[in-house]
């Protein structure tokens, strides 16, 4: 395991840098959604002229809020698990980018397929294998704020996909595997995240999402940023093993989350927590040490 990186003597223009992160069960509490613990490493980053990245399964409608209160407005978004990328103005690109004509000025990339194909397929399935699922979009607005501790207008919002099609799973191993083979001739795939089962395009994923944003860096920048990425989830694995330094966060749940990966560290606590013990040890063991 290599020594962690000191932030205190780091030259930005030397060596630019890049943090993509998870959100629910990562930088933001699994049940409260709070980010407390975390608010003093993003103010540092912040300061330090590192982006932050939110990596989520979250909706576009749901971070335009979320990115107000973290302070990450001026930095890209990735939403609904890699299918939706949100680019603000400092990360267009003059030729290739049309001016954004989303709040906030951000320019949107569809990285998958409509939502109206996915949940057209899925539904086609569960009838034809008589499969037992419920799908976010069929749920009333009651049901998926029990599911997801959310309130009315958050959950609407959780409910504006546009990529992507959260689904509870009922079934068994066998019938599960047969979804997949089954959205597989689809040009469709389903990834497991911390609390529902998500359908998408075969080519939309955290992992590949990342991968456009650290080109899209090293496009605009002239250098490609040094990684850090944080998540406690299967729905994770890609992006975790798509960047230079890892961070599995201690998840909420028993799902095993093990990328394969060189420089990956585990961390004793869970949420916020968590985040701020996994950026201190791969990039803040001296400049904690600084501010303590």
């Given at each position: 395991?290599?020594?962690?990186?000191?932030?205190?003597?780091?030259?930005?223009?030397?060596?630019?840098?890049?943090?993509?992160?998870?959100l629910d069960g990562s930088l933001?509490?699994?049940?409260?959604?709070?980010?407390?613990?975390a608010l003093p490493w993003l103010a540092r980053l912040k300061a330090l002229g590192i982006?932050?990245?939110?990596?989520?399964?979250?909706?576009?409608?749901?971070?335009?809020?979320?990115?107000?209160?973290?302070?990450?407005?001026?930095?890209?978004?990735?939403?609904e698990n890699g299918a939706v990328i949100g680019l603000p103005p400092g990360w267009c690109h003059p030729r290739l980018d049309r001016p954004g004509d989303a709040r906030d000025g951000v320019v949107i990339?569809?990285?998958?397929?409509?939502?109206?194909?996915?949940?057209?397929?899925?539904?086609?399935?569960?009838q034809r294998l008589g499969l037992d699922f419920t799908r976010m979009g069929e749920m009333s607005l009651a049901d998926v704020m029990a599911l997801t501790g959310l309130d009315e207008r958050r959950a609407r919002e959780a409910q504006q996909r546009?990529?992507?099609?959260?689904?509870?799973?009922?079934?068994?191993?066998?019938?599960?595997e047969a979804l997949h083979q089954a959205l597989e001739g689809d040009g469709l795939?389903?990834?497991?995240g911390g609390r529902f089962w998500?359908?998408?395009?075969?080519?939309?994923?955290?992992?590949?999402?990342?991968?456009?944003?650290i080109q899209r860096f090293a496009g605009l920048r002239g250098q490609v940023p040094r990684a850090l990425a944080l998540g406690d989830g299967p729905n994770d694995l890609s992006m975790l093993e798509a960047v230079d330094h890892a961070v599995v966060i201690k998840g909420r749940h028993d799902l095993v989350v093990r990328p394969a990966h060189t420089h990956v560290y585990y961390t004793d606590a869970s949420g916020p927590?968590?985040?701020?013990?996994?950026?201190?040890?791969?990039?803040?063991?001296?400049?904690?040490?600084?501010?303590?």
């Open positions: 395991m290599p020594h962690p990186v000191s932030l205190a003597a780091w030259d930005p223009a030397l060596e630019p840098r890049l943090v993509l992160t998870d933001l509490d699994h049940d409260s959604y709070n980010a407390a613990p982006p932050v990245v939110p990596v989520t399964s979250k909706t576009r409608a749901e971070l335009g809020e979320l990115r107000r209160a973290l302070n990450l407005t001026a930095t890209p978004f990735v939403a990339k569809h990285m998958g397929v409509d939502v109206a194909f996915i949940r057209a397929r899925l539904d086609i399935w569960r546009e990529g992507s099609e959260p689904f509870v799973w009922r079934g068994g191993d066998a019938e599960l795939q389903c990834t497991q998500h359908a998408m395009g075969r080519h939309a994923d955290k992992g590949r999402a990342v991968t456009w944003l927590e968590g985040w701020a013990e996994g950026v201190t040890h791969w990039w803040g063991a001296r400049e904690e040490a600084l501010h303590e």
